[in-house]
């Protein structure tokens, strides 16, 4: 089927709106949708779908551990670390948990194999399902600063004869990229504002640079001014809704509900967006 990624270049234009609203705006004309929240840093579409949570797993990353009784504190750990996760001193080595990320070279370079190795908990995933939609997230330990392995691990749940839709981070650093990446098609959500264009133009690149087909949806379009609508022509990149400030739908979204769940243009709409994702790039559309 279909892997579609929702990103966005800055927090609070409406990506989970979108993502949310996309996937139930499906259901019941398909019954192999499922949502996967990989904004684990700040996961909130459960809120919305409120889900039945049958399975729950603790994630993880290797770490060193240092036998002091074998080291001979040569250096060679801290020479390999690329993320500056190893200090050796003159009787010790120092291991900054939180740098490292769970690459093992330390372990494998290691001329004495003083280094074993140790998971160490960064998070954990939930699935479960919303009615008929399918539903899996990510939830990263408060402190946390290594998302993308909770991330991967949010996408191995991706089944592929579903339409998988994928809540991606906002921003355009690793997080998102390792959310995005292998995905069928982009959709960047953004707001007619300065910031809006700033970051929609480092969210263009970063897509433009994975290689990955992409469309924008702009919300609250009706607020500001039309220079996000003149960066996409410019760029290539097709406007495949407009989403105009609408009191009822920032009701809904306040109460914790979609929108689509209550007012049957706005499913029409959502699912007119799904349309113009798949007619755009007849290609994300697989056997």
Known sequence: MINLAIASGKGGTGKTTVAVNLALALIPDYDNVELLDC??????????LKPEFELEKAVGIPVPAVDHDRCTFCGRCSEVCMFNALAVLKDQVIILEELCHGCGSCAYLCPEKAITEYNRPIGTIKSGSAGKLKFGGGYLNPGEAMSPPLINAVKKMIQPDHISIIDAPPGTSCPVVSAVSGCDYCLLVTEPT??????LDLASQMVSKLGLPAGVVINRSDLGDDRGEKYCRHAGLPVLQKIPFDK?????????????????EWRRRFKALFSGITGNKKEVSRP
């Open 248 to 264: 009822e739908l920032a009701g809904l979204y306040a109460r914790g509900e979609a929108v689509v769940s209550h007012n049957r």
């Open 39 to 48: 904004d684990v840093e700040e996961p909130n579409a459960h809120l919305f």
């Open 194 to 199: 300065p910031f809006g264009l700033n970051d």
